[in-house]
């Protein structure tokens, strides 16, 4: 193992045997996913390739959800019971664990959010909701005249609350364009981010194109104009070391159900000065500091941003899977994925009739791979078609157009069909993928 | 394998060589319907004359079930009594719905009883009903909206 964190202990430590270049034994480390040994149709083996999409929980993730309702359940931050301390201290110790994942300076940086979608339109209605609040705000607000910039590759959850803040606040929205090789056209960066730029939200790795963009180049241009950045990092959190002062963002929106933890949580990591002067976004129990029939005062950060019951279970989860991707270490993660996807590239790119969309090398790119294809006639397949009699031969991909529309208008495709990989996809499944794709350009072929 | 339940060889006969396709002039109305989960698209257009549908042209895009279904779908419709064909949008929507509970009557649905199948895959019931859905609107709109016994209960 090649990690740079510190093991937590929870799991046992594995023999570097060696899949291909990935520095653990992948199929030991399957066998932590009950699911991967599902058999589909007609008793076929499940080919999990929709992990952009959910990934899958291993064991310990499911055992401590399970024992945190048998022994600890009750509310939290509320009531002096030993169930609500626990409960507490569990909660809390989930913030703990993803603060020291991300290389958070501070715990209470880590805000829980519902998935990172919710992160994001947070931020959104923060800077909406600043209009109205006093002048510790300023950085928050804007209006006709300004803008806010994201790229052509964002998943609509990074697009469409920026519309909608633009559309509250009569401010611009302005993107960065693709290349044909599906990277950021960054040539003309400095006219798309200017000093009128307020905000700008970008997708650290493409859900569709799998590309991993350059953070510090967008973040650096941002910061000379004094825009606030928001880093969307649900598909890149769960693959890759991430440490959130080297990024340099100011936000950072990620969600547990891609990083083999429980769905219904996810995070929005900010910085600690800005989170304080931060208006709230959602009103209600917790979020507060005193409260009168005329108006309220609100609690500092994180508690600020986190009305209501939030997800204990759920965050007692994804502190489990945390912990199950340190043991394993995230520097050996990103490199069995990157070897994954450069076999699959290379398989894919073998299939006649195949389109990559997307970088077409593994430089400075995730295991998400779309593509489209033809059938033995030439004719275009629909993705439906593909993923359906994929499905049959227990192969599962994604197809559609990923919440990325805009990428899709942009190749000019009406969808994609995408093999997405995680720590536990193998080159085996990769094959089975290929040797499908063979079938299915047959079975539409005249 | 399983799936030959669902992509029957009628349909894709009617994928490889659909019937009625291409937009075609005279038309009272013209719709553009979407399948937002799959990006199926058709772009279609009605001529009603005498209370008998005259023609149905259309242009579309997607899977092959929605691509067939509506080849399949103007086939059916081309030259009946609007009544009748909005009777047989009923007949081919309950069997979507049906998922693979009814056996339809070849009598009635024709070339339409293959995609029984599709109806156990409920992911692909929308691409089935794309067209008949973009069809019905464009003739409601035609008439000026529907008679209320026309209505699907």
């Given at each position: 193992m090649t990690s740079t964190r510190p093991s937590s202990g929870r799991q046992s430590v594995r023999p570097a045997t060696g899949g291909p270049g990935g520095g653990y034994d992948v199929e030991q480390v399957r066998k932590d996913f009950p699911i991967l040994a599902r058999r589909v149709h007609d008793d076929r083996p499940l080919v999990y390739l929709d992990s952009a999409a959910s990934s899958q929980k291993p064991v310990s993730v499911l055992d401590a959800e399970r024992d945190y309702y048998e022994l600890h359940n009750a509310n939290v931050h509320r009531g002096i019971h030993v169930l609500a301390e626990e409960a507490t201290a569990l909660y809390e110790a989930a913030r703990d664990k993803v603060a020291a994942f991300i290389g958070a300076?501070?715990?209470?940086?880590v805000v829980f959010t519902k998935n990172s979608s919710e992160a994001l339109n947070l931020v959104a209605y923060a800077m909406s909701n600043a209009a109205t609040s006093g002048p510790e705000a300023e950085r928050f607000r804007l209006g006709p005249g300004d803008e806010v910039v994201v790229t052509e590759m964002e998943h609509h959850s990074n697009l469409v609350p920026w519309q909608m803040l633009c559309r509250r606040t009569g401010a611009t929205l302005r993107w960065i364009g693709l290349t044909d090789d599906g990277r950021l056209d960054l040539a003309d960066l400095d006219q798309v981010i200017t000093g009128r730029a307020k905000v700008v939200s970008f997708v650290?790795?493409?859900?569709?194109?799998g590309t991993v963009n350059p953070v510090e180049k967008i973040v650096s241009r941002a910061r000379a104009v004094g825009a606030l950045t928001v880093l969307d990092g649900s598909q890149s959190v769960p693959h890759m070391p991430i440490d959130v002062t080297a990024l340099g963002v100011d936000f950072l929106a990620f969600t547990g159900h891609k990083m083999c933890g429980p769905t219904g949580i996810g995070i929005l990591w900010g910085r600690h000065e800005l989170l304080e002067v931060m208006p709230p976004f959602l009103g209600g129990g917790?979020?507060?500091?005193l409260v009168t029939m005329e108006e309220s005062t609100y609690a500092v950060p994180p508690h600020r941003f986190e009305a209501g019951t939030p997800m204990i279970a759920q965050a007692v989860g994804l502190g489990a899977a945390v912990d199950y991707l340190t043991d394993l270490g995230m520097d050996a993660i990103a490199a069995h994925e990157h070897d994954i996807t450069a076999y699959a590239l290379d398989g894919l790119s073998a299939v006649p009739g195949l389109r990559i969309i997307g970088p077409p090398d593994a430089v400075d790119r995730g295991g998400a791979v779309s593509f489209v294809l033809t059938g033995t006639d030439d004719r275009p397949l629909h993705p439906h078609d593909v993923g359906q009699l994929l499905d049959e031969l227990g192969v599962a991909v994604r197809v559609g157009h990923h919440c990325a529309r805009p990428v899709c208008l942009r190749f000019g495709v009406p969808a994609t069909t995408r093999a997405s990989f995680h720590l536990y996809s193998t080159r085996g499944e990769v094959d089975a993928l290929v040797e499908g794709l063979g079938h299915v350009r047959r079975f539409f072929g005249t | 394998m399983n799936l030959d339940s669902m992509y029957q060889e009628i349909i894709l006969d009617h994928y490889r060589n659909p019937h009625h396709r291409g937009l075609r002039e005279p038309f009272d109305t013209e719709v553009h319907h979407v399948n937002p989960t799959c990006g199926d698209e058709v772009t279609l257009r009605v001529k009603v004359a005498d209370g008998v549908v005259a023609d149905v042209s259309y242009e579309s895009e997607g899977c092959s079930i929605s691509q067939a279904s509506a080849s399949v779908m103007t086939d059916l419709v081309i030259g009946r009594s609007v009544h009748d064909a909005l009777e047989l949008g009923r007949e081919f929507l309950a069997l979507m719905q049906s998922r693979g509970t009814v056996e339809p009557d070849e009598d009635v649905l024709e070339d339409a009883v293959a995609f029984a199948g599709v109806s156990r895959y409920p992911a692909r019931v929308k691409c089935a009903l794309l067209s008949w859905m973009a069809w019905k609107d464009a003739t409601a709109q035609a008439l000026g909206g529907i008679p209320e016994q026309e209505v699907d209960r």
């Open positions: 300076p501070r715990r209470d940086e650290h790795q493409s859900n569709i194109l917790e979020m507060i500091e | -």
